[in-house]
């Protein structure tokens, strides 16, 4: 099968684009261009007009500027009014080149904000002594002020905690009433009462007690005392009381309040 008869038999469309663009440009006769773009595209003509006006009138202050450097000065009248014609000259240009920066910068902002219009082409005046202020902006700021704010607030958290540091801290206390039970009326109820009292750890401070009649002759010894719940519970308590063997068979809680 020949080159061509192979073509014949594919089916793709090789120039599909160009015609894809003959009747974009078909219906962009019919119908026109959209009114946004009419009015951008007139605002850019009106502004490329401008910007040519402008460079015609810098020639022909160029122009006059050179023409007037060239004559000779005859009298001292004369080179008065020429010196104060350069500076009106010189004036006018200077203001002429602000005015073409300002179109400038006009054109490239319209541009940014309508991306699809299509623009007449814009030339920049060119000028040697324009100087560049865009290097002098500071578009991140400095990192003083950043430092001044860590550094302040750095000494408000140091004063808080200092502040803090110094305030007493609130202990957390508790009321126990005990019931210690002795074996038999035999017991001696004084010795036991010393023996309780003889506990002692950091956080106990012991209270009133007293003798309740339990039956039969045997009497209970009822006894208060007051403890830090971070360092002493009652468990601690039974233990330590409990190791009287001899004067204790229990220990109950009879009371447990909060101060």
Not at 89 to 102: D, G, I, P
Not at 106 to 119: N, Q, S, Y
Not at 142 to 148: A, F, H, I, K, Y
Not at 225 to 250: P, R, W
Request: charged share 30%; net charge negative; glycine share 6%.
């Amino acid at each position: 099968m020949s080159g061509l008869q192979c073509l014949a038999s594919e089916n793709i469309w090789f120039d599909k684009q160009r015609y894809d663009e003959a009747e974009k440009r078909f219906y962009e006769g019919v119908n026109g261009p959209s009114t946004q773009d009419k009015e951008v595209n007139a605002i850019l003509q009106d502004i490329a007009k401008s910007r040519q006006n402008i460079q015609q009138s810098l020639s022909g202050v160029k122009t006059a500027l050179q023409q007037a450097k060239g004559r000779p000065q005859k009298r001292q009248h004369r080179n008065s009014s020429s010196h104060a014609g350069d500076q009106e000259l010189v004036s006018r240009m200077k203001s002429l080149e602000l005015e073409n920066q300002t179109l400038y910068k006009v054109v490239e902002t319209m541009r940014a904000a309508v991306p699809c219009a299509k623009a007449a082409p814009v030339k920049q005046v060119e000028n040697g002594d324009d100087d560049d202020d865009d290097d002098d902006i500071d578009l991140f700021g400095s990192d003083d002020d950043d430092e001044e704010a860590a550094r302040i607030k750095q000494e408000r958290v140091d004063a808080y905690a200092a502040k803090k540091s110094k305030k007493p801290t609130l202990i957390a206390k508790s009321s126990i009433l005990l019931d210690v039970k002795p074996w038999d009326d035999e017991t001696d109820m004084a010795q036991l009462e010393q023996c309780v009292r003889s506990v002692q750890m950091d956080g106990l401070l012991w209270g009133a007690s007293k003798l309740v009649p339990v039956g039969y002759g045997i009497k209970k010894l009822q006894i208060n005392c007051v403890v830090e719940d971070d360092k002493v519970g009652t468990d601690i308590l039974e233990e330590e009381i409990t190791k009287f063997e001899d004067f204790v068979q229990s220990v109950d809680v009879a009371a447990f309040n909060k101060i």
